[in-house]
T-cell receptor, first 114, second 114 residues
């Protein structure tokens, strides 16, 4: 069975500091991996996705993530946090290209302090 | 572009009442899904559909029914609402395919059962 674990339900950084949100997955087959962002009272917006092409994936708003098979990780990073990055972030996995069946992590709320 | 449209945005129900959450997409996506979001639990899959006339259960299907008579619409029915069904519900749609796979989400329906 697939599962996703996001380490840390809340992460706080200062504006301009590095953002690191952790995601570990388990999957018996090569996974498809996603990071979504949710702003207050909004739906989910795709930040980036890994679909077995390049292991370093660049997304929107300066975010990127690296797929590390040996560590079963897909951590999300951004070199310099901006106040507008404050939101909830979700890591998700699917078994195949059937993205109708996503397994989500618990979510990480990112707080950005001025 | 409308994308994925959910109605209503907010709803309060009394225990035992029934209702239907509407979801429509205009992207001709084959896959459609319903998730519920609860604090600290991420999003959990309720039901999904891989095409008109085909539905299947997700992780938390009890108390919910779905049907898919058209490609565009995927309503979620609560048969007899319970307080445990208080949640935010998201509908998503996607098109299967290795390179373009991505799930698009609606804005959500916030349901309170009293």
């Amino acid at each position: 069975a697939q599962s996703v674990t996001q380490l840390g339900s809340h992460v706080s950084v200062s504006e301009g500091a590095l953002v690191l949100l952790r995601c570990n997955y388990s999957s018996s087959v090569p996974p498809y991996l996603f990071w979504y962002v949710q702003y207050p009272n909004q739906g989910l917006q795709l930040l980036l996705k890994y679909t077995s092409a390049a292991t370093l994936v660049k997304g929107i708003n300066g975010f990127e993530a690296e797929f590390k098979k040996s560590e079963t990780s897909f951590h999300l990073t951004k070199p310099s946090a901006h106040m507008s990055d404050a939101a909830e972030y979700f890591c998700a996995v699917s078994r195949s290209s059937n993205t109708g069946k996503l397994i989500f992590g618990q979510g990480t709320t990112l707080q950005v302090k001025p | 572009n409308a994308g994925v449209t959910q109605t209503p945005k907010f709803q309060v129900l009394k225990t035992g009442q029934s209702m239907t959450l509407q979801c429509a997409q205009d992207m001709n996506h084959e896959y459609m899904s319903w998730y519920r979001q609860d604090p600290g639990m991420g999003l959990r899959l309720i039901h999904y559909s891989v095409g008109a006339g085909i539905t299947d259960q997700g992780e938390v299907p009890n108390g919910y029914n779905v049907s898919r008579s058209t490609t565009e619409d995927f309503p979620l029915r609560l048969l007899s609402a319970a307080p445990s069904q208080t949640s935010v519900y998201f509908c998503a749609s996607s098109y299967p395919g290795r390179m373009n796979t991505e799930a698009f989400f609606g804005q959500g329906t916030r349901l309170t059962v009293v």
